[in-house]
């Protein structure tokens, strides 16, 4: 499907529209109770019959619930609900009672004793069973029945009256009928009107299929240890007895419903003594059921801690069922469809730097024609957008046509209908996060420099445990819309061509303007990115390449959103000691002495390594002095895990001022000069004026080296904030 343009705008369609459109629709439970049966459901799926036991009244409550949200509570005297035809329009109750058309009660014309148990698909014929006077205790014997009250009794397997004889299930048109003869042990017969043949299975049948070909129950055995064993099974004429589960992988199972042609099987499982459900097609054979409609997009269900399938509407296309909530999430009823005309959406991102692509994954009936709108919330705005059918299996938004560049993340929503010429809709929704792009700019030393657009460098520092990469997998660079980005390697310290804290700022111009083009775009020069604000990550010597970036181009300023200092030596760093003793190098010293610590103890010291420190670090002094813009949103990450080595620490102890990450103090972290005091016996901390608009402060105590890896769970928790509504 092409880029597609017509915009509608409205926020009152968006929250009306939404209700219908979810791929698993949750249907409100009516009353507080305990669990809850939704067993039935129509072919259109739009209606749904369900009943609640109400816990506190020691009773249960049924209830019809249709897709526009209007529901009613069935009345008591139906009992609960057993079998409903595939329009809905005929509800049969426990109690011999049906509910028409949604409004008239009515109650079968049967003798008494007579109970009907099952209804055929097109409403003519009810079974079920009466009681019999054997001449010394009372027997139920199977009838079917027509609606006029016109019944006979179906021919017995015990004509001794012996035991009783149930009706469970009946096929679409009535014809065929399973039955159960409570023997010891319990054995099931299928009876056929047209054959008058009363057949005896070898199985424990329970349910039997809609085209009366099939019937679905389970067998004993016994284990090579000795352990009795319930197998899944089902059961044809023509094919006799399958077994679902023949490799047993799912423990014990017995099978609970089935669709038309015995195709579709939902069912229980018990494996390490907890009971769950499972689905079986031809195709994929037994599966989890939750697994299984996961595997279909049915992704809503994902947060659910149990799901159980109660129902399969009569054409096979709907499923009906409860969802047991975890935690805090309510439990709920729930429709889904299954066959038929579907659409799922795959996946949702940003195929380039401005355009959307919606992947679906869609089954059309043959010689049908459909339109596609779909509605979207990006960026505080709703669209609506229509397309025709041109037989691909996507849609691609050009958001430049109505959405406005982004300056927060965002959560892109978007919910798919698929209509046919008929009128009849198919829908699904998805929602992806697109992040604000992260520069990270590293510190000196580091192993594997961070290059533009992320390769291992990048990956890296976000790819453990826990970290960036899997804690908010948008952090990835990879595909066609990167949103992790870094400086190259010129800027490390280690590298022949080392370059200063300005020259590394003028190099993260060239990378903001490729990300996010501040200065303005054309065809040929797009940015890589929809968005217009980056976030900047520094770590060491890193962050004060962004301060300096600060400085020297003020105007790019507006440009980022959040601003993330982490461990940086922003008062100087004693480690330069350190440093020139492993390697004094030209380019080495040019670099290090940007870093040299700005306290007066510092220069006053007697050593002067190479004469590179007399003198004031007159490039911190005048960092320090300039505010960082307070439209920023700034974070101080600094630790204090342990002492910085005495042997490059402060030669005196200043409280808790000297703990730090092993390689920046503390104090230094967080801006702090310690300076002689008025008498000049004792020392005392000021903070640098750059910090004047900086409220938040992390101590996450980590080492110096990994920083960024060990503490970017925390770093996500600040980039996923959005900005704090008092900033400028």
Not at 368 to 383: A, D, E, I, M
Not at 432 to 461: K, Q, R
Not at 707 to 719: I, M, T
């Amino acid at each position: 499907m092409r880029n597609v343009y017509l915009r509608l705008s409205y926020i009152v369609i968006f929250s009306a529209y939404v209700c219908s459109l979810s791929f698993a629709q949750l249907i409100p439970i009516n009353a507080a109770g305990l669990g809850g049966i939704a067993p039935l459901i129509t072919d259109d799926g739009n209606q749904v019959v369900s009943y609640n036991y109400i816990a506190a009244e020691d009773r249960y409550v049924s209830y019809v619930t249709w897709s526009d949200g209007r529901s009613r509570i069935l009345p008591s005297e139906m009992g609960l609900p057993r079998a409903m035809t595939p329009t809905g329009d005929f509800i049969l109750g426990s109690q011999n009672y049906t509910f028409l058309s949604a409004s008239t009660l009515s109650r079968l014309p049967l003798p008494e004793g007579f109970y009907a148990s099952s209804v055929s698909t097109d409403g003519s014929w009810v079974i079920g069973s009466r009681e019999v006077w054997s001449g010394s205790k009372f027997v139920s014997r199977v009838f079917r029945a027509s609606l006029t009250g016109e019944y006979f009794l179906l021919p017995t397997l015990d004509p001794s009256l012996t035991y009783s004889e149930t009706a469970d299930f009946v096929s679409r048109d009535g014809s065929t009928i399973l039955g159960a003869t409570h023997a010891a042990p319990t054995y099931n017969w299928i009876w056929k009107l047209n054959e008058q043949t009363l057949t005896t299975l070898p199985i424990r049948a329970g349910v039997l299929s809609n085209d009366g070909t099939t019937a679905l129950g389970y067998q004993y055995s016994t284990s090579p240890t000795g352990r009795p064993q319930i197998d899944a099974c089902k059961w044809s004429s023509s094919t006799g007895v399958t077994k679902l589960d023949p490799s047993r992988q799912f423990g014990d199972t017995i099978p609970h419903l089935t669709s038309s042609d015995g195709t579709f099987i939902v069912g229980f499982y018990t494996k390490f003594e907890r009971s769950k459900q499972f689905i079986w097609t031809p195709a994929t054979g037994m599966q989890d059921a939750a697994t299984f409609l996961a595997s279909m997009g049915i992704g809503d269900l994902n947060k659910y801690a149990d799901i159980n399938v109660h129902g399969i509407s009569a054409n096979d296309e709907w499923i009906v069922g409860f969802a047991t909530g975890a935690e805090e999430i309510n439990n709920t009823f729930f429709k889904a469809r299954i066959k038929g005309t579907s659409l799922r959406i795959v996946s949702t991102s940003m195929k380039d730097w401005h355009t959307f692509r919606i992947q679906l994954e869609l089954s059309r009936e043959e010689g049908s024609k459909y339109t596609f709108k779909v509605l979207t919330r990006f960026n505080g705005q709703v669209q609506e957008w229509s397309q025709s059918d041109d037989g691909d299996s996507y849609i691609d938004l050009d958001l430049r046509s109505q959405v406005e560049r982004f300056t927060e993340n965002q959560d892109f929503e978007a919910y798919v209908t698929m209509t046919d010429t008929a009128g009849k809709e198919t829908s699904a929704s998805g929602s992806v996060d697109i992040p604000i792009p992260a520069i990270v700019i590293t510190g000196i030393l580091t192993d594997g420099a961070i290059v533009e657009e992320g390769t291992a460098g990048v990956e890296d520092y976000f790819s453990d445990t826990n970290r960036l990469s899997e804690s908010r997998p948008r952090y990835e660079s990879s595909g066609p819309y990167p949103t992790l980005f870094g400086l190259d390697k010129a800027h490390n310290g280690y590298d022949p061509d080392g370059l200063t804290l300005a020259q590394c700022a003028d190099k993260l111009v060239s990378v903001i303007e490729s990300v996010i083009r501040p200065s303005g775009w054309t065809p040929n020069n797009p940015p890589k990115t929809y968005a217009s604000k980056v976030d900047i990550i520094g770590h060491s010597k890193g962050g004060l390449v962004a301060r300096e970036f600060l400085q020297d181009h003020k105007s790019y300023s507006p440009s980022v959103r959040k601003l993330i200092l982490a461990c940086s030596p922003h008062t100087g760093a004693v480690d330069v000691y350190w440093l020139l003793t492993l390697d004094v190098r030209p380019w080495t010293l040019k670099v290090y002495k940007e870093l040299a610590p700005t306290t007066d103890w510092f220069r006053a010291l007697p050593w002067k390594p190479f004469g590179v420190f007399h003198g004031a670090n007159t490039v911190l002094r005048r960092l320090n002095k300039t505010v960082i813009p307070p439209n920023i949103d700034v974070h101080i990450f600094y630790g204090a895990v342990a002492s910085v080595p005495t042997n490059v620490t402060a030669p005196f102890s200043f409280g808790g001022w000297t703990q730090g990450d092993w390689v920046v103090t503390q104090w230094s972290a967080t801006g702090w000069e310690v300076v002689n005091d008025s008498t000049g016996t004792s020392r005392v901390g000021t903070q640098i004026p750059a910090f004047q608009f900086v409220k938040n402060y992390h101590q996450v105590d980590f080492r110096h080296d990994g920083y960024l890896k060990n503490a970017s769970k925390d770093l996500y928790e600040v980039l996923r904030a959005p900005n704090p509504a008092e900033l400028p």
